[in-house]
């Protein structure tokens, strides 16, 4: 009998495919390794882990054929030849029945309907985890005549992307992909799901219990609002954390029982509403992104839901209807259309161009739909509209103007890493015409952000113009010249200014880099 498992495990021994040159037992003797290969060796060991779960997906696909084949005489019975095959996956690597037969199923979905995506595993181009998605929003079109043109789609998009993908960045790209191929099947998989709207309760450890409840995406965001909203009106001084108001208030809401302050202070600021009326004592506000044609029923596209994803064209004329509804367009009725079939907009308000206007700030809130930071959660519609190149208080004709090419939305963290750090980003159009992020590690490291973004799924969006209006004098608005009385400065320039011009070379170099790589042929989207 075999005892395979007894032999000693070879890892220690990895190639540096694997590793990218540096192994976990010799870095810490390895004083000059620099911080950037250790980077590198993590996305070495995440390609690695890719190749890893594509040779396991071969040999489950190889034991569905050998032990289930094409059909099965007896899928009735509680033990098949599909329970069978996942028995000996599950007590060889100690796993659940259920997971066994779930690693069969991703195996021979990756197998017979995405081999192409099954090939973007096998290079790495995508992670373990990332493939799970894929298969999982790929699965109503299976057996359909278009489950091959679907594969090709999303394998091309891997390819144009070398990094790591973001989990809602790539939900996004492939729920696009599905729905433009067959949106039938999404309608109707929207309509099961909530035929299937339940509320349950799940008991866990510790005296504790999880209250859980499936529903509409924009009920539950509603709901979480809410929750959120609650919570918050408690003052500074409430010992709680936001985690346990939140679930104190989802209570409340519940149950509809008081939520208070725990302070203890007679003299509590906190304004709570009373039970009741706290769903009703702040706006909550859903953001949905749609095209006129489809809200007016002469087109049936896809839409979009801020911090949710790609909806149906039937679910965005369903939130339309609601009596709730506000519809504002990004580009206000009676704007005249250029000659060329797009519009101008004014891309700051008239006494600051510094700030973009509200048809701007919206236009860069729709476009991104989440951070553009990669592997962020954060929607759009709650993160900082930043400067790309930094904006120029001082002279703002110098640079980083105030132009749809040099806005982009991130969370606050990033936000304020980026301000008072040292990281750099920069943004572009590729030569698919693209708009692309790049993130610069202090070290330098270049790293590629994700290639998907909301453009994608309303290209009408690139019909829109902005233009910058008349700048007001320097030392008016956000920031100018010094005031008269202050004395020069000693530096010949201002630290701000070494650390805009030290930005500025930063991206000059690299897209020097990505402009050489394109005349020789090379993706210039790779990190280095």
């Known amino acids: ?26 870095v810490t003797d390895l004083i000059g390794t620099h911080v950037n290969e250790l980077l590198g060796s993590m996305a070495s060991t995440q390609r690695a882990r890719s190749y890893l779960a594509w040779h396991n997906y071969q040999l489950a696909a190889e034991l569905h054929r050998r032990l289930v084949g094409d059909s099965d005489e007896h899928d009735f019975l509680v ?33 017979d309907r995405l081999p192409q995506v099954s090939q973007r595993l096998r290079e790495g181009r995508i992670s373990p985890e990332r493939v799970i998605a894929v298969i999982a929003r790929t699965d109503l079109i299976d057996g359909a005549d278009c489950a091959g043109e679907v594969d090709a789609q999303i394998a091309a998009e891997l ?41 349950w309760v799940e008991a866990k450890a510790d005296g504790v219990a999880k209250v859980a409840a499936t529903m509409s995406a924009e009920n539950a965001r509603i ?34 029982t008081s939520f208070a302050c725990l302070c203890g202070q007679e003299d509590c600021p906190a304004e709570i509403p009373e039970p009741g009326v ?32 790609v909806i149906s064209g039937e679910h965005v004329r369903d939130l339309a209807a609601r009596p709730d509804a506000v519809i504002k367009p990004i580009v206000p009725p009676g704007t005249p259309q250029n000659t060329d079939g797009t519009w ?41 509209v930043d400067h790309v190149w930094e904006y120029n208080h001082a002279d703002p004709s110098a640079g980083g103007q105030t132009l749809p090419e040099n806005l982009n939305v991130k969370d606050r963290f990033f936000h304020i890493l980026k301000t008072f750090g040292s990281w750099v980003d920069d943004q572009y159009r590729d030569r698919r015409g693209r708009l692309r992020q790049e993130f610069i590690t202090p070290e330098g490291l270049v790293l590629s952000g994700d290639p998907e973004n909301v453009e994608m799924l309303f290209p009408g969006l690139r019909r829109i113009r902005f ?4 700048a007001p004098p320097r030392g008016a608005g956000a920031g100018g010249s010094a005031p008269d009385d202050q004395p020069p400065p000693a530096r010949r320039r201002t630290r701000l200014a070494d650390k805009h011009a030290r930005r500025e070379q930063e991206r000059e170099r690299n897209r020097r880099r990505r402009e050489r790589a394109e005349r020789e042929g090379n993706t210039p989207d790779s990190a280095e």
């Open 278 to 309: 706290a769903a009703s004592a702040s706006k909550i506000l859903i953001h949905v992104v749609a095209d006129e044609r489809t809200i007016a029923g002469q087109a049936d596209n896809a839409g979009f839901v801020a911090g949710h994803g």
């Open 159 to 199: 390819d144009l992307h070398d990094g790591a993908w973001s989990a809602e960045r790539l939900r996004d790209m492939v729920d696009r992909i599905v729905y433009r191929h067959d949106p039938d099947a999404v309608r109707e998989r929207r309509r099961r799901a909530l035929d299937a709207r339940d509320s």
């Open 79 to 111: 033990v098949d030849g599909l329970a069978d095959c996942a028995a000996r996956i599950a007590v060889a690597l100690a796993i659940t029945q259920y997971a066994a037969e779930q690693l069969l199923a991703q195996a021979v979905a990756l197998r």
């Open 344 to 384: 101008t907009l004014p891309a700051h308000q008239p006494s600051n161009p510094y700030r973009p206007s509200a048809a701007l700030d919206t236009y860069i809130r729709v476009r991104d739909g989440h951070s553009v930071v990669p592997g962020n959660a954060t929607s759009a519609f709650a993160g900082d």
């Open 223 to 256: 709901s979480r609002e809410n929750i959120g909203a609650l919570a918050g009106s408690t003052c500074p001084d409430d010992p709680r954390t936001i985690a346990q108001r939140r679930s104190d208030a989802a209570f409340a809401l519940m149950s509809q």
């Open 1 to 26: 009998m075999s005892r395979w498992w007894r032999a000693r495990s070879p890892w220690p021994d990895l190639p540096a495919l694997y590793t990218g040159d540096v192994h976990a037992d010799d």
């Open 467 to 470: 233009a910058p209006q008349e």
